[in-house]
């Protein structure tokens, strides 16, 4: 069986494959992330985790399944992308505290003969956030490379009021979608 490798150094996204069983290795893909004049962001995830499992299959020869995955909140259909600093955190906090966000994932998957994407999209609802807790949560260290500027999967899920559409896809690789394409690939999951 081809080994299945993972282009990415998140290790979020390395959890979530051995949540579901999925043995992998990763394989370094270094992308520019910066967006297209006029790219929205389901073409921006899209573009990248395509972007990514090239990348991934090139330094691998072209051997191999590779696996590219991309997220990003988006609020007011601007693509807020890793804070830079304490100061952009606490102002993405702001933007999202006491509303609703969506949180575009996508996935890819490569192989020597074909390269296919998913695009997974979700909506979550923030609860309103106090400065202090804004503070607090910014000094934890848990914001600091997260797209959005927080983690589901961590403290801020205290701040998560509703969630509608998919959990992994928020925390960065959906994992229906990952499955579905390995499928397609020919490769059974469970």
Do not use: N
Not at 36 to 60: C, I, P, Q
């Amino acid at each position: 069986m081809t080994t299945l490798y993972l282009a990415s150094k998140s290790p979020r996204r390395r959890e979530l494959l051995d949540q579901i069983g999925l043995r992998h290795a990763t394989v370094h893909a270094e992308v520019d992330e910066t967006p297209l004049a006029g790219e929205d962001a389901a073409a921006y995830v899209e573009r990248l985790a395509l972007a990514k499992a090239r990348a991934g299959l090139a330094g691998l020869g072209g051997r191999g399944l590779v696996l590219g995955a991309d997220t990003s909140v988006v609020v007011d259909a601007e693509i807020l992308g890793k804070p830079t600093d304490r100061e952009h955190a606490l102002a993405m906090l702001a933007r999202l505290s006491g509303r609703d966000h969506r949180v575009y994932s996508a996935v890819a998957l490569a192989s020597a003969e074909r390269i296919e994407a998913r695009v997974q999209v979700s909506r979550v609802w923030m609860r309103p956030l106090g400065a202090a807790e804004c503070e607090a949560y910014w000094t934890s260290g848990e914001p600091a490379d997260k797209a959005g500027g927080y983690a589901i999967q961590g403290r801020a899920a205290a701040f998560i009021e509703r969630l509608d559409g998919s959990y992994s896809g928020v925390m960065g690789l959906p994992l229906f979608e990952t499955c579905e394409l390995l499928r397609a690939f020919g490769r059974e999951v469970l």
